[in-house]
């Protein structure tokens, strides 16, 4: 519970962005997972977010590696980033977490669990 809040306001944003969250403004706001975000998994969720085109950088600030025509590995982290996706994909981001498990955070906050 001690994230920051810049942190989460940016993560925040960026799902409202992706669509994953609805949020409103106001006294009575808050924000809750979209429809689309209810039937999302965790693997598509991670794909959206990962910006990185290339796994190894191998196109970075330095400019390009010399092997890069020739390379191995970047194909292979590229096939490994990608089955780590599709071993999540079949965890729904609604299913995460359970309301056992957010029962002691709705207290912290002074929230009862379902609302």
Not at 5 to 34: F, Q, T
């Amino acid at each position: 519970m001690a994230t920051p809040y810049n942190h989460v306001s940016k993560a925040m944003a960026k799902l409202r962005e992706l669509g994953m969250i609805d949020v409103e403004r106001g006294r009575h706001g808050g924000s809750r997972l979209s429809s689309a975000g209810r039937v999302a998994t965790v693997g598509q969720l991670l794909r959206q977010l990962d910006t990185r085109t290339d796994p190894a950088d191998c196109v970075g600030a330095g400019g390009t590696c010399p092997l890069i025509n020739e390379c191995r590995l970047r194909g292979a982290l590229a096939r490994a980033r990608e089955a780590f996706y599709g071993e999540l994909d079949d965890i729904v981001v609604a299913s995460l977490p359970t309301s056992r498990q957010m029962a002691p955070v709705f207290q912290a906050i002074g929230l009862r669990p379902g609302l």
